[in-house]
């Protein structure tokens, strides 16, 4: 399993390290033209703001032209610029919208493409001369129904290639919930161009977005190896507590993390629907369930309201994470959202609690075993461990997005391992 793992991880680096299609390639392709504006922006909502002959010129200038080198801080999407709310609408969420009138004989070759920005807060409707060409998210409601932005590519309709001036509009739409510094709106200018080359600029991002979240789909998978070995070496003898734990909690953390991946790359599970299952589901019985874990590990039998608390806590967390969701409880959710921060700091003092109690109790034989949790916890609190300013919060191999927390299951993952070996060598010499 170990061997197995050690191949995962090195195949993830190298797939990483890939790429079929550098920046720089396409930055320099003359049949590709970044639409970087000024753009026209108005903060309000009009269905006759998509006809090509409405005039704008009252409305402000949006300009979307990135500085050199910058990426996103997730994934490492390039030429992300800040949204409205950096740019004089601090407070403003709901509709926008952004138009730009280019000439047709501007462009290069006939068969023209559009590629969509791969960035935007939350949902977006793309027209083109007045048609409505493509969206992001469901308009069909009252309210936008929300998913992951994911990199489009949408062709120019045929009557729109004879006009002399194509307008392009895009009607945003966001959520108060995502309301902070800097979001808002298109943070990577679109391109037109032509098709074949559209298209290479397409696979590109499609090639970060993938990239960007390999790590969430290897996951599960290490940490199901991890989770066989433990349930084989104990296999001999009655499976113990810690043992049932920990595999739980290599699960749960292993269907966490892949929540990830699903969200991003696939257009079936919006915003609503990752709230619950994510941070209101999965996160509190992940906390749960390893803390438990590290508590029969270290075989803490005292105090003896431990697991009660644990438990006590991992369901208040649950239902204080729900209730912070802003579309759930939108008058008071900021109030929760409170709460929840404050019982997540209990439960992290409570693991700190456990690996203390554990480092006393076993002394310099299970040194190993509290460098392990001590791994896992940097891991799994990375808001608090961010407050700390020690170590950043993500780094950037190979132009990828890579969290601290990614790095943090290597070590955990690689250290259990021996943690393992050592405790079988010790049931085979006794």
Same mark, same amino acid.
């Given at each position: 399993?170990? !061997?197995?793992?050690?191949?995962? *991880?090195?195949?993830?680096?190298?797939?990483?390290? +890939?790429?079929?299609?550098?920046?720089?390639?396409?930055?320099?392709?003359?049949?590709?033209?970044?639409?970087?504006?000024?753009? =026209?922006?108005?903060?309000?909502?009009?269905?006759?703001?998509?006809?090509?002959?409405?005039?704008?010129?009252?409305?402000?200038?949006?300009?979307?032209?990135?500085?050199?080198?910058? /990426?996103?801080?997730?994934?490492?999407?390039?030429? !992300?610029?800040?949204?409205?709310?950096? =740019?004089?609408?601090?407070? +403003?969420?709901?509709?926008?919208?952004?138009?730009?009138?280019?000439?047709?004989?501007?462009?290069? $070759?006939?068969?023209?493409?559009?590629?969509?920005? &791969?960035?935007?807060?939350?949902?977006?409707?793309? @027209?083109?001369?007045?048609?409505? *060409? $493509?969206?992001?998210?469901?308009?069909? $409601?009252?309210?936008?129904?929300?998913?992951?932005?994911? &990199?489009?590519? @949408?062709?120019?309709?045929?009557?729109?290639?004879?006009?002399?001036? #194509?307008?392009?509009?895009?009607?945003?739409?966001?959520?108060?919930?995502?309301?902070?510094?800097?979001?808002?709106?298109?943070?990577?200018?679109?391109?037109?161009?032509?098709?074949?080359?559209? $298209?290479?600029?397409?696979?590109?991002?499609?090639?970060?977005?993938?990239?960007?979240?390999?790590?969430?789909?290897?996951?599960?998978?290490? @940490?199901?190896?991890?989770?066989?070995?433990?349930?084989?070496?104990?296999?001999?003898?009655?499976?113990?507590?810690?043992?049932?734990?920990?595999?739980?909690?290599?699960?749960?953390?292993?269907?966490?993390?892949?929540?990830?991946?699903?969200?991003?790359? !696939?257009?079936?599970?919006?915003? /609503?629907?990752?709230?619950?299952?994510?941070?209101?589901?999965? %996160?509190?019985? *992940?906390?749960?369930?390893?803390?438990?874990?590290?508590?029969?590990?270290?075989?803490? /039998?005292?105090?003896?309201?431990?697991?009660? #608390?644990?438990?006590?806590?991992?369901?208040?967390?649950?239902?204080?994470?729900?209730?912070?969701?802003?579309?759930?409880?939108?008058?008071?959710?900021?109030?929760?959202?409170?709460?929840?921060? +404050?019982?997540?700091?209990?439960?992290?003092?409570?693991?700190?609690?456990?690996?203390?109690?554990?480092? %006393?109790?076993?002394?310099?034989?299970?040194?190993?075993?509290?460098?392990?949790?001590?791994?896992?916890?940097?891991?799994?609190?990375?808001?608090?461990?961010?407050?700390?300013?020690?170590? &950043?919060?993500?780094?950037?191999?190979?132009? *990828?997005?890579?969290?601290?927390?990614?790095?943090?299951?290597?070590?955990?993952?690689?250290?259990?391992?021996?943690?393992?070996?050592?405790?079988?060598?010790?049931?085979?010499?006794?």
């Amino acid at each position: 399993m170990l !061997f197995i793992t050690l191949l995962l *991880v090195a195949g993830t680096f190298i797939y990483l390290s +890939y790429s079929s299609t550098t920046e720089e390639t396409l930055r320099s392709d003359k049949n590709l033209i970044t639409l970087n504006g000024p753009w =026209k922006f108005i903060a309000r909502d009009n269905m006759q703001y998509a006809e090509s002959n409405y005039d704008d010129s009252q409305w402000e200038n949006m300009d979307l032209t990135a500085p050199t080198g910058v /990426h996103d801080d997730d994934v490492g999407l390039s030429g !992300f610029i800040p949204g409205w709310t950096a =740019k004089g609408h601090s407070n +403003y969420s709901g509709y926008a919208w952004y138009r730009l009138k280019i000439a047709r004989d501007s462009l290069p $070759g006939n068969n023209l493409a559009f590629a969509a920005p &791969p960035a935007v807060d939350d949902a977006y409707q793309l @027209f083109i001369n007045g048609s409505l *060409v $493509g969206s992001a998210g469901d308009f069909s $409601g009252t309210v936008p129904i929300v998913y992951s932005i994911q &990199p489009r590519m @949408f062709l120019l309709p045929e009557n729109v290639k004879k006009e002399k001036d #194509i307008t392009i509009a895009f009607r945003v739409w966001m959520s108060s919930a995502s309301l902070g510094d800097g979001a808002g709106g298109i943070h990577i200018a679109p391109t037109i161009g032509e098709k074949t080359h559209i $298209g290479k600029k397409y696979r590109f991002q499609w090639e970060q977005i993938i990239k960007g979240y390999i790590v969430e789909v290897v996951w599960p998978v290490i @940490f199901i190896l991890l989770a066989i070995t433990l349930f084989l070496l104990s296999r001999g003898s009655n499976p113990t507590q810690s043992c049932k734990w920990f595999i739980a909690a290599l699960i749960l953390l292993g269907l966490m993390r892949l929540n990830q991946a699903v969200y991003s790359w !696939f257009y079936i599970e919006n915003n /609503h629907q990752y709230d619950i299952v994510g941070p209101a589901i999965l %996160r509190p019985l *992940v906390l749960g369930s390893w803390l438990m874990g590290w508590r029969e590990w270290f075989n803490l /039998h005292n105090p003896k309201w431990l697991p009660k #608390i644990i438990a006590l806590l991992a369901l208040l967390f649950m239902v204080a994470q729900l209730l912070a969701i802003s579309w759930i409880s939108p008058s008071i959710y900021t109030y929760f959202q409170t709460i929840a921060d +404050y019982i997540r700091l209990l439960l992290l003092a409570l693991m700190l609690f456990i690996i203390f109690q554990g480092m %006393r109790k076993q002394g310099m034989k299970d040194l190993l075993a509290s460098a392990a949790a001590l791994l896992m916890l940097i891991a799994l609190f990375p808001q608090e461990i961010s407050y700390l300013h020690i170590i &950043p919060g993500i780094w950037f191999p190979y132009g *990828v997005g890579v969290s601290r927390g990614q790095f943090f299951y290597v070590a955990f993952v690689f250290v259990m391992y021996a943690v393992l070996i050592q405790k079988n060598k010790k049931v085979k010499s006794a």
